[in-house]
C-alpha cells in the first residue's frame, strides 16, 4: 500500500460495507432459524409418500442447509471486512499522526513514484528545521513499518476473501472464522506444512514430523488450511509424502523414534485431503484430477502405486462424492487388470516393501481396502457405486440384474493382509470394509456415525432412499439366493454387516413376509416409511433371512432388530379399538415367523457345524439366545441403529437401551430384567443337557415370546382388552413352531453349510 492511499483513504465505503453486513448477517440469521425450525424440523416430522419422500424431503433438507451455509459464510466476511476496517483505520491514524510530528520538526514527507521521500526542510527555501539525520532516519522508518503492516493487513485480507469465494463454485461454503486473523493463520500455517511435507523423506527430523502431526490434527477440520495445503503439496507430493516415510530405511531414525505416531498422522491427513476435496478451487480440481491420473503408475523407483498409497488416505473424512466415483471406477479398472478380472488376488506385501497402513487392521498393500473404507464413510457415493442397474425392473432374478460392483467384489478373490502388529490372523480386512460401504449405500449413514446416544439422538432419522432399497434389494438377492448357499460362510467378515442392514430393513422385510401364514400382506399394517420401499419378494425375504439366520453374529442383531420393531408397531398401535389390536396380532403373528425363520437356520447351522460335539453346539446356541440381552442393552452402534421405528420418540432412530423413549412400561418390562434372566437360566440349561434339540430351543422362543406378550397385554387389559387376547401367546407359539420346523414353509432355502 502507498503512502497517498493510506493517508487520504476515505473510510466511509468501508464502514458502510461493515454495516451492510452486519444487517445482511441478522437478517440470514433469522431465515436460518425459520428455515431450521419450520422447514427441516416440519419434514422431518412429516409422514411423506410417493415421490414427495425422496424428493421433497432431501430438497428442503438441502435449503434450509444453505440457509445455514450463507449465514456462516456472510458472519466470517463480516468479520474480516470489520477487522480490516479497524485496522486499516488505525493505521491511517497512525500515519497521519507521524507526517504532523515531522512536520513540527520542519520534516517533509513526500510521496513519489514506487515510495515516498523523508527530509529535513531547506533554509534556503525559507524554513528553518529542527530535526537531525537521526530524526529523519527514524521518522523514514516508522512510517515504512506502518505502511507495510497496512499492506500485509489489506493482502491478508484479500486473500482470505478470495480463499471463501473460490471454495463453492455455487452455494455457500459453511467454514467460519470469528476474525481475519485466525483465518490469515490458517493459511499461512498450510504453507508451512506443505514445506515441511515436501521435504525429502529422507531428511524430515523428528521434531518436523512432529510440527506436521501436530499442525494437521488442529487444522485437519478448516477448509481453507485443508484446500491451501493439499494446493501446495499437489497431489504427486502428497503421494511421495507417505509412500516415503513409510519406506524401509528411508528414515530410520524417524521410524524408529516416531513409529506409534504414525498413526494419527495417517488420520489426520485423511481428514484433511477429505475436507480439501470439498473446495471447488481451481488447484483442487486439479489436485484431484492428477491423483486419479497417478493412480496406476508407480510412486518413487520400485515403490507402490499410486492407488495403493492414496487409498490409505482416505480411510478416515468424507470425500467429495464426485471425486470418489471417478476415483473408484479408474480403480475397478486397474483392479480386474492386476488380478485377472478378481480371480487372483494380486496385492501381497512382499519383503521390504512399506506398511501404507499404520492402523492394527492391515498392512494397506490392497488399494481396494482402503477406498471401500471411504466409501463408508460417504453414503451418498456408495449408494452410487453400488446402484441396482436401470435395466432390472420388479424383483431381481438373475446376477445380471445385479451392480457389476457389487458382484465383483463379492466374488472377487481377497487376500489375508496382516498388519505391522496386532490383528486377530483370522479377518480380511478388506471384506469388512466392503461391508461398511455396503451399509452406509443401505442406510444413508456412514457406517460409523451412529455410535453414541447423543449422536443418534442428533441424526435426522430416516435416509433411505428408492436409491438405497435397490442396493438392498441387490444384497438380499446374492446373499439369498439359492446358487450362493456359501456366500456368508466364505465371508464371515461380512455378517455384522449383513445383520445391521438386516435390521435397517426389517420393516420391508416384515411387508414382503406378510404374504405367508394365515394373513394377507397389508400395507397398512406395515406402511412405508420412505418411498420406493425395498422389494424383497416373499421368497427372497425367506431366503434371506434363513441366510442371516445361520450366523450367530447376524442372527443375533436381527432378531434383536425384529423384536424392536414389533414393541414399537405395539407401542404406535396400544389395543384401545379393534383396528389397533388387529394390527398389534398382525405384527406379534410377523415376529413369530420372522424369528421361526432365524433360529430355524440357527439351529440347523449348529448341528452342521459342531456335528457331533452336542456341548459346542449347545454353546454356540445359548450365545445366539443373547439376543435378549442384547435388545435390552447393547444396541447402540452395534447393529441396529438404523431401525425405523414407527412408534419411537425419534422416527428411523432406535434407541434400544432407553425403554422409556420407545414404549411403556410394559414393553419395558420385556427389554429389562426379565429377559436377563430367562437368557441366564436358558444359557445355564444348555450347557447342562447334552443333546439339545431343536424343538428345545424353539421351545425355549416360544415360551420368551409368550410371557413376554402375555405381560404386554395384561398391561393394556386397563384399555379393555379383546376376547381372544388370553389366545395370543398360544397362537404365536403355533406360529413360531410352525414357521420354524415346517420344510414347506421354508421351501427353497440355500444349503446349509457341511
Avoid at 403 to 414: F, G, P, S, T
Wanted: aromatic fraction near 8%; glycine fraction near 8%.
Amino acid at each position: 500500500m502507498d503512502l497517498d492511499t493510506l493517508r487520504h483513504a476515505n473510510f466511509k465505503l468501508l464502514d458502510d460495507a461493515v454495516a451492510d453486513w452486519t444487517l445482511l448477517v441478522n437478517h440470514l440469521a433469522e431465515l436460518k432459524k425459520d428455515a431450521e425450525d419450520s422447514l427441516r424440523k416440519a419434514a422431518n416430522k412429516a409422514e411423506w409418500a410417493g415421490v414427495n419422500a425422496q424428493v421433497s424431503k432431501e430438497f428442503i433438507g438441502k435449503t434450509a442447509g444453505e440457509f445455514a451455509d450463507a449465514h456462516t459464510q456472510a458472519t466470517t466476511i463480516r468479520n474480516i471486512l470489520r477487522d480490516t476496517y479497524g485496522e486499516l483505520k488505525g493505521y491511517h491514524r497512525q500515519l497521519i499522526e507521524a507526517i504532523s510530528r515531522g512536520e513540527k520538526k520542519g520534516i517533509r514527507v513526500v510521496s513519489s513514484k514506487g515510495g515516498f521521500t523523508v527530509s529535513a526542510s531547506d533554509p534556503s527555501d525559507g524554513e528553518d528545521s529542527k530535526a537531525s539525520q537521526a530524526d529523519v532516519v527514524a521518522l523514514r522508518d516508522e512510517i515504512q513499518a506502518i505502511l507495510e503492516k497496512a499492506t500485509e493487513s489489506d493482502n491478508s485480507a484479500s486473500t482470505v476473501l478470495q480463499a471463501l469465494t473460490n471454495q463453492s463454485k455455487l452455494g455457500f461454503s459453511d467454514i467460519s472464522y470469528k476474525d481475519r486473523d485466525s483465518a490469515a493463520a490458517a493459511i499461512k500455517e498450510a504453507n508451512e506444512l506443505a514445506r515441511l511435507a515436501r521435504k525429502n523423506p529422507e531428511n524430515l527430523t523428528p521434531k518436523e514430523f512432529d510440527k506436521l502431526s501436530e499442525g494437521l490434527k488442529k487444522y485437519a477440520g478448516d477448509g481453507l488450511f485443508a484446500q491451501e495445503f493439499a494446493t501446495k503439496l499437489g497431489a504427486k507430493g502428497t503421494l511421495e509424502f507417505w509412500s516415503g516415510i513409510n519406506t524401509p530405511m528411508q528414515n530410520p531414525e524417524l521410524i524408529r523414534s516416531r513409529l506409534d505416531k504414525f498413526d494419527d498422522l495417517q488420520k489426520s491427513l485423511s481428514l484433511t485431503l477429505a475436507n480439501a476435496t470439498q473446495s471447488d478451487t481451481a488447484g483442487i480440481t486439479e489436485w484431484k484430477r492428477q491423483v486419479i491420473e497417478l493412480g496406476d503408475k508407480q510412486i518413487g523407483r520400485n515403490g507402490p502405486l499410486g492407488f495403493q498409497v492414496m487409498s490409505n488416505l482416505m480411510r478416515w473424512g468424507d470425500y467429495d462424492d464426485q471425486f470418489l466415483t471417478e476415483y473408484g471406477t479408474k480403480l475397478m479398472e486397474t483392479d480386474r487388470k492386476f488380478t485377472d478380472n478378481g480371480k487372483h488376488a494380486a496385492w501381497q506385501r512382499v519383503g521390504s516393501t512399506p506398511y501404507l497402513n499404520r492402523t492394527k487392521s492391515d498392512s494397506g498393500w490392497d488399494p481396494m481396502t482402503g477406498f471401500l473404507e471411504a466409501l463408508g464413510h460417504n453414503p451418498d457415493a456408495s449408494t452410487e457405486f453400488f446402484a441396482r442397474p436401470d435395466t432390472a425392473k420388479g424383483t431381481i432374478n438373475s446376477t445380471s440384474e445385479v451392480n457389476q460392483n457389487l458382484k465383483y467384489l463379492l466374488e472377487r478373490q481377497w487376500l489375508m493382509d496382516p498388519p505391522l502388529e496386532g490383528g486377530d490372523g483370522k479377518t480380511v480386512a478388506g471384506r469388512d470394509a466392503l461391508g461398511h460401504a455396503l451399509e452406509a449405500a443401505t442406510t444413508g449413514y456412514a457406517y460409523d456415525a451412529l455410535s453414541s446416544r447423543d449422536s443418534m439422538l442428533s441424526n435426522e432419522g430416516d435416509r433411505r432412499t428408492a436409491a438405497t432399497a435397490g442396493v438392498m434389494e441387490q444384497v438380499a438377492y446374492l446373499f439369498g439366493n439359492k446358487d450362493a448357499p456359501k456366500l456368508l460362510h466364505d465371508q464371515p467378515e461380512l455378517a455384522d454387516s449383513l445383520g445391521k442392514m438386516g435390521a435397517a430393513y426389517i420393516d420391508d422385510i416384515n411387508y414382503s413376509l406378510s404374504g405367508i401364514g394365515d394373513h394377507a400382506r397389508d400395507a397398512d399394517n406395515f406402511p412405508a416409511r420412505y418411498y420406493g420401499r425395498a422389494n424383497f419378494d416373499n421368497q427372497g425375504a425367506i431366503n434371506f433371512l434363513s441366510v442371516l439366520g445361520q450366523n450367530e453374529i447376524s442372527h443375533g442383531i436381527v432378531t434383536a432388530g425384529q423384536h424392536l420393531y414389533t414393541l414399537s408397531l405395539l407401542d404406535s398401535n396400544p389395543p384401545t379399538n379393534q383396528e389397533n389390536y388387529e394390527r398389534g396380532k398382525d405384527a406379534l403373528f410377523m415376529e413369530a415367523e420372522a424369528r421361526g425363520i432365524l433360529d430355524h437356520s440357527r439351529v440347523r447351522q449348529a448341528e452342521s457345524d459342531f456335528k457331533e460335539d452336542s456341548e459346542e453346539a449347545n454353546k454356540s446356541l445359548s450365545r445366539s439366545a443373547e439376543w435378549g440381552k442384547y435388545a435390552a442393552g447393547a444396541a447402540i452402534g452395534t447393529g441396529i441403529a438404523f431401525l425405523p421405528l414407527p412408534g419411537a420418540q425419534y422416527a428411523g432412530v432406535a434407541i434400544a437401551p432407553i425403554a422409556a423413549d420407545l414404549a411403556g412400561e410394559a414393553l419395558n418390562t420385556f427389554i429389562g430384567q426379565e429377559t436377563d434372566k430367562a437368557v441366564d437360566k436358558a444359557e445355564k440349561d444348555y450347557v447342562e443337557d447334552s443333546q439339545l434339540t431343536s424343538q428345545k430351543f424353539y421351545s425355549k422362543g416360544t415360551d420368551t415370546l409368550g410371557q413376554s406378550y402375555d405381560a404386554y397385554f395384561r398391561e393394556y387389559k386397563k384399555y379393555g382388552g379383546k376376547a381372544d387376547e388370553e389366545d395370543i401367546p398360544r397362537q404365536l407359539r403355533d406360529a413360531y413352531l410352525t414357521t420354524g420346523s415346517n420344510e414347506n414353509a421354508l421351501r427353497g432355502l440355500p444349503p446349509y453349510k457341511d
